[in-house]
């Protein structure tokens, strides 16, 4: 019976310390620029907006985060389509289409961007651009970075977190197809940097080291992209790269180094290449400093962080654009956030919850629902107006 007693008491204080846990990472989310344009959509819930997280995994940031790139994932394949992007290179786009839905030319299109060395099988990209497309009857549509997700590299010159020739090329193209839709711009991970910057850049008071063809052309962000949405944004590379454990930064290292793997032929024609495969354990860095920084223009790896960060180019954004993040988030550290930025630009506004790790802010007992989703979706229905209702 002393045995039962002690068992059961035991029991009876873990739990009590996991729901204590628990309590201690929910609650009320943190908001930046509650009366900004991008939060309209909230109404009254904006002063007593919460996040509870998953009962399961929902503790520790980084089962979390496994959860966000596990979960959700399903055996679909969209339609892909190269494009040719600046100096000839190949980008694609990934459409996202089902016989069973048909959409007419002005259905919004949603335009996502994939997180670092993804792509569109990405589960997070996959699950929102599935719903996107069967539940509200959006067109959604993914932007492929050079070599990634399948993409043949063709040229030398691969990609980085803060280009956006390409982007605006695919843009271009998609509006010349479909001239009366409205288009939202959707990114996840580093994606949500490199819209932000493309969003912001136009605009913004940052002057570039290496500015894009586009703005050297003096061309305008295109009319039709009324709003964007973002998730897990890095923002500041300068501050991310120096705030990753060793354990990290050899885990993005070596996605880096698959990557080069899948690209050698062209990547060997670089003279970077051979210092970087002199390197042992390669790391995000190294990989940035030998084979980009050069060939994108930058004379060292601080200024391509300074320059392809998206945190350098908030102020210039013009159209509403929403952040959700996470306060526990190991890789898009919150400390890089421009929280002065955004509480500055009425286009701008922050949804942090307590919670929720990388791209993993899934509900208490839901392995497939999640708040940053579900903020995303209100926020586009109410820019899109009648078009973005949804459709059962």
């Not at 969209?78 to 839905?101: C, H, K, N, Q, Y």
């Not at 259905?107 to 993804?118: E, L, R, S, T, W």
Request: hydrophobic fraction near 35%; proline fraction near 5%.
């Amino acid at each position: 019976m002393n045995l039962i007693r002690i068992l059961r008491d035991v029991a009876i204080a873990l739990i009590t310390l996991y729901l204590l846990r628990w309590f201690s990472l929910s609650g009320r989310v943190r908001i930046i620029g509650k009366t900004h344009k991008p939060l309209s959509f909230l109404g009254k819930r904006v002063n007593s907006l919460r996040y509870f997280p998953n009962i399961v995994f929902g503790l520790n940031p980084e089962t979390n985060t496994l959860a966000g790139f596990r979960l959700n994932k399903r055996k679909y394949k969209p339609r892909r389509e190269i494009l040719i992007g600046t100096e000839g290179g190949e980008f694609a786009i990934d459409w996202f289409e089902s016989d069973s839905v048909t959409l007419p030319d002005t259905a919004p299109i949603v335009f996502m961007c994939h997180g670092i060395n993804g792509g569109s099988g990405e589960a997070f990209v996959q699950h929102f651009g599935l719903t996107c497309l069967h539940k509200f009857k959006y067109r959604p549509v993914c932007y492929i970075y050079r070599g990634c997700s399948g993409a043949k590299l063709t040229t030398p010159r691969s990609y980085n977190g803060g280009a956006t020739e390409d982007i605006h090329i695919a843009i271009q193209e998609i509006t010349k197809r479909f001239p009366k839709a409205k288009i939202a711009l959707c990114g996840f991970s580093m994606g949500g940097n490199t819209l932000t910057k493309y969003l912001g850049e136009f605009k913004a008071t940052h002057v570039q080291i290496a500015p894009p063809k586009h703005l050297t052309a003096g061309e305008k962000l295109h009319p039709n992209i009324i709003c964007a949405a973002m998730s897990g944004c890095p923002f500041d590379y300068v501050v991310t790269s120096q705030t990753y454990t060793e354990a990290q930064k050899k885990s993005i290292g070596a996605n880096y180094l698959l990557y080069f793997k899948k690209n050698e032929e062209q990547l060997k024609k670089q003279k970077g290449c051979a210092a970087f495969l002199a390197i042992d354990t390669p790391t995000a860095d190294d990989f940035n400093e030998h084979l980009v920084a050069d060939v994108f223009g930058y004379p060292s790896l601080r200024d391509l962080y300074v320059d392809t960060s998206s945190a350098f180019y908030v102020n210039g954004i013009d159209r509403p654009t929403l952040y959700i993040s996470s306060a526990n988030d190991p890789v898009s550290t919150t400390v890089a956030i421009p929280m002065r930025d955004i509480s500055q630009n009425e286009n701008t506004a922050l949804l942090l919850t307590k919670s929720g790790g990388h791209m993993g802010q899934f509900y208490p007992f839901s392995f497939k629902r999640k708040f940053d989703e579900d903020m995303m979706f209100n926020f586009l229905a109410s820019q899109f107006g009648g078009n973005g209702k949804k459709k059962d």
